[in-house]
């Protein structure tokens, strides 16, 4: 009988970014999923994906789509305490 090999846990889900605009506004946590991130490219992907988000609000909301200035990876919030 062949032994069972345990495999890894995939990265599936999402990440959060936060974005900086041109005009000096900013976004937090602009979710990606995680599927197009990495590879040579890095965080690239994210922002195509974020900048035609913005052009699909700018469609349906009037204002012309905002240029993004910066990107950066959101930070993991802590844990909330618990009650004992």
Do not use: C, Y
């Amino acid at each position: 009988m062949a032994k069972r090999v345990k495999q890894q846990p995939q990265d599936r889900g999402s990440v959060l970014f936060d974005v900086v605009f041109e005009d000096g506004s900013r976004a937090s946590n602009r979710r990606v999923p995680m599927e197009i991130l990495g590879g040579l490219d890095g965080d690239e992907p994210a922002r195509q994906l974020i900048e035609q988000q913005e052009a699909e609000i700018a469609q349906k909301a009037g204002p012309p789509p905002r240029a993004i200035q910066g990107l950066m990876r959101s930070t993991k919030p802590e844990p909330k305490p618990t009650r004992e």
